[in-house]
C-alpha cells in the first residue's frame, strides 16, 4: 500500500478552482512532485520542488507543502485538466521513491 | 530533444521472464539516472526502482527486491528492466522515465504493456 494518500475523486466546475492533496509522513521532510495523466499516455510532469513548473505546463497549476500535506491547485479548471493527479515523493525511510494513490478529476 | 523509446508489447506465461528496453537519445546517457513505474490496469503508478546508468548502481521498492533487475549497457544508450517468475499481478504498463533533478521526471517512454497468462 502506498505511503501517500489522495482523495479518490474530486470534480470541478469549469472555470473554478480544485485542490488536490496528498498525505504522507514523508511529506514533512521531502517535497512532493504533481503528475497529470490521461488515459492510454504517460504521465506527465506538472508541479515539482517547492512550486516550479516545466517549460509548457500552463501557470494555473501551482503547488503547495504544509506540515504532512502536499497540496496541487488547478485555478480556473479547464475542460482538458480532466484527468488523473499523481503525487509523488520519497518514502518514509527517504531511501526510496512512491507515488500516491491517485485522484481522479472531473471538468463539470 | 530527449527521447526515450521502449520495446514492444510482450506476452509471457506465468513463471517466465520478461526483459523491457529503454532506448536514450537526446541527452548524455550516462548524466541521468532512469527510473521505472509500472501500472497495473486500472490501477495507480507504482515506482518499481532506478538505475545509475554511470555506475550500475541500482535503488529499488522493497516490493520489487528479488523480482526486478536493472541493467544498462552505455556503448548503446539503453537501459533495461528484467522481471522474473512472472504471475499475472506483472501484467502491466511498465514506464522508463528520465530523471532530470529529485523528483523530477520530465521524460518518459511511451511505455511497453506486459501480458501474463496461461
Known amino acids: 500500500s502506498s505511503e501517500l494518500t489522495q482523495d479518490p475523486a474530486v470534480s470541478v466546475a469549469l472555470g473554478q478552482t480544485v485542490r488536490i492533496t496528498c498525505q504522507g509522513d514523508s511529506l514533512r521532510r521531502y517535497y512532493a512532485s504533481w503528475f497529470q495523466q490521461k488515459p492510454g499516455q504517460a504521465p506527465i510532469l506538472v508541479v515539482y520542488g517547492r512550486n516550479d513548473r516545466p517549460s509548457g505546463i500552463p501557470d494555473r497549476f501551482s503547488g503547495s507543502r504544509s506540515g504532512n500535506t502536499a497540496s496541487l491547485t488547478i485555478s480556473g479548471a479547464q475542460a482538458e485538466d480532466e484527468a488523473d493527479y499523481f503525487c509523488?515523493?520519497?518514502?518514509?525511510?527517504?531511501?526510496?521513491?512512491?507515488f500516491g494513490t491517485g485522484t481522479q478529476v472531473t471538468v463539470l | 530533444q530527449v527521447q526515450l523509446v521502449q520495446s514492444g508489447a510482450e506476452v509471457k506465461k506465468p513463471g517466465a521472464s520478461v526483459k523491457v528496453s529503454c532506448k536514450a537519445s537526446?541527452?548524455?546517457?550516462?548524466?541521468?539516472?532512469i527510473h521505472w513505474v509500472r501500472q497495473a490496469p486500472g490501477q495507480g503508478l507504482e515506482w518499481m526502482g532506478s538505475i545509475n546508468p554511470k555506475s550500475g548502481g541500482t535503488n529499488f521498492a522493497q516490493k520489487f527486491q528479488g523480482k526486478v533487475t536493472l541493467t544498462r549497457d552505455t556503448s548503446i544508450t539503453t537501459a533495461y528492466l528484467e522481471l522474473n517468475s512472472l504471475t499475472s499481478d506483472d501484467t502491466a504498463m511498465y514506464f522508463c522515465a528520465k530523471e532530470s533533478g529529485d523528483l523530477i521526471l520530465i521524460d518518459w517512454g511511451q511505455g511497453t504493456l506486459v501480458s501474463v497468462s496461461s
Open positions: 509523488h515523493s520519497r518514502d518514509s525511510s527517504g531511501l526510496q521513491y512512491v
Open positions: 537526446g541527452y548524455t546517457f550516462t548524466g541521468s539516472y
